[in-house]
């Protein structure tokens, strides 16, 4: 079967054909950088890395992006608790979030643009709606009039007049200057008691900064134009966010902002979303130091389609440590017995890489494992035949450790340990052991860092390109950057 989506904005399951045969766009809502990521940020991540690796395995060159919101009220509020300032706040968010992905094995986007990086397009993207009549200014503000647009509520299914039956007598008395209750902020005026935290921009509406969401209709268009693959994120970003995401870009391109809408479930807490709002979130790099295995949230998080909600709980995540235990012991299969099994090349640099295994594009096992993921990504079955795999090649092991001979010859039992190596690579699961040598970064998660540090360029931001740089030289890496622009590389 070819790969189908459920599209948020059809609520239908399509088949997924990309703007450019044999390329995807796709970009993903960041977070807003004045803390550290919890665990629902865990899950919204890890799925989307894996429809990234997913497409990539099918053959299709991704480029993936992913924001980073580093100017809003909550970062400045932040700031002036510690009496730091906005981009001080920012930095060290970023810098802890990219920490966090590293550790769960999330592959770095192809680019991380920053709300601050692109206020030139925000400004000129405000001053295009304005002047088409969707934007209008009072005092310093600029709001959209969501009632000029017709189509408004499109993707969250909710009738504007319903929206405004709700609203009525709440917004209206916290916004006067606002034409209608669900208008929203495009530009805010700067506000005194937030100077000392950060330097206001210029614009035709005087000094000021961006609302949220037109932050993210200017950076997927600064990235890729007006028309994308996926669009993805979080079910809670489905209104406003994405709503508004829609009627602002819709609007000044007159093109459709993407194709498909992908959106994860949340995490709950004893039956409630796991959020910072409600006090309930558990931080990734709290739960990590706490010593769970990262690949033990990897597959709890995996074990669920990624539409459903899931239950945090200790019982889950022991569950979760025990199928950790047994896919990891499977994975590790070639390294406990490559020798008794006559396999020449255990001691090799590539030994165990999926970058440098050739697996058949068809068994039973594939087969089955395309067929989970091409229906809507379906990660829980796709699991399913890890195990089956996993379970049989710990069943072979122990037949070779206590009969000297396992039942499948040593060929078969190679085909089936790459298998299982790069299916669950596809997956972003990976084992690691003293029996296993250090294989550094592949060559994919080299090419993204590539692309990170060309992105960062583009955008002058030459200490996060030096940055990369060095965290390549660290792993082995050397860059050659060409006279035509393209960057090479070697492995020392």
Request: some cysteine; glycine content about 6%; charged content about 25%.
């Amino acid at each position: 079967m070819s790969l189908k989506l459920y599209n948020t904005l059809t609520r239908s399951l399509e088949p997924f054909t990309p703007l450019e045969p044999g390329r995807v766009q796709m970009y993903c809502c960041g977070v807003t950088v004045y803390d550290y990521c919890h665990l629902g940020h865990a899950r919204s991540y890890i799925v989307w890395d894996v429809v990234r690796r997913y497409l990539q395995w099918c053959g299709y060159a991704v480029r993936y992006v992913q924001n980073f919101t580093d100017i809003d009220d909550k970062i400045l509020k932040r700031a002036s608790q510690e009496g730091s300032s906005m981009q001080q706040v920012s930095d060290r968010y970023i810098a802890a979030y990219k920490e966090d992905m590293a550790r769960l094995n999330i592959l770095p986007a192809d680019a991380y643009p920053q709300a601050t990086a692109v206020m030139p397009e925000i400004i000129a993207l405000i001053k295009t709606l304005e002047s088409q009549g969707y934007a209008y200014a009072v005092d310093g503000d600029v709001y959209y009039a969501v009632d000029r647009f017709p189509s408004y509520g499109k993707l969250s299914g909710r009738e504007l007049e319903q929206m405004t039956a709700g609203a009525s007598g709440r917004v209206d008395q916290a916004e006067p200057k606002k034409q209608h209750p669900l208008d929203f902020a495009l530009w805010k005026a700067a506000k005194p008691e937030e100077l000392a935290v950060y330097e206001p921009w210029q614009s035709p509406w005087g000094l000021g900064r961006p609302g949220w969401h037109i932050e993210c209709s200017a950076m997927v268009q600064q990235a890729f134009g007006s028309t994308i693959d996926i669009h993805a994120g979080g079910m809670d970003l489905i209104f406003p966010h994405h709503e508004n995401e829609i009627a602002q870009s819709e609007a000044a391109s007159k093109a459709d902002l993407a194709h498909y809408w992908l959106h994860n479930g949340f995490v709950n807490i004893q039956g409630e979303k796991m959020s910072k709002s409600l006090g309930n979130f558990t931080t990734i790099r709290g739960f990590l130091d706490s010593g769970v295995d990262p690949m033990v949230l990897r597959l709890f998080v995996l074990q669920a389609h990624y539409r459903k909600p899931i239950d945090f709980s200790d019982a889950a995540i022991a569950a979760a440590t025990n199928s950790w235990h047994t896919l990891k012991e499977g994975l590790l299969f070639g390294y406990e017995y490559a020798d008794k099994l006559g396999w020449t090349d255990r001691g090799e640099p590539f030994f165990g890489d999926p970058a440098a295994i050739r697996i058949p594009d068809t068994s039973p096992e594939i087969d089955r494992f395309r067929a989970s993921l091409d229906d809507d990504f379906n990660t829980a079955i796709a699991i399913a035949v890890l195990f089956e795999l996993a379970k049989d090649l710990r069943r072979q092991g122990n037949l070779l450790s206590h009969a000297g001979q396992a039942e499948q010859d040593a060929s078969a039992l190679r085909t089936q340990w790459q298998t299982l190596v790069v299916l669950s690579q596809v997956l972003g699961l990976a084992a690691t052991s003293d029996a296993q040598p250090e294989q550094g970064l592949s060559d994919p998660e080299i090419e993204a860092l590539i692309q990170q540090r060309l992105a960062a360029r583009q955008a002058k931001n030459y200490a996060e390109g030096d940055q990369i740089r060095n965290q390549l030289k660290d792993q082995g890496i050397t860059l050659i950057d060409q006279k035509d622009g393209v960057t090479r590389w070697i492995r020392d």
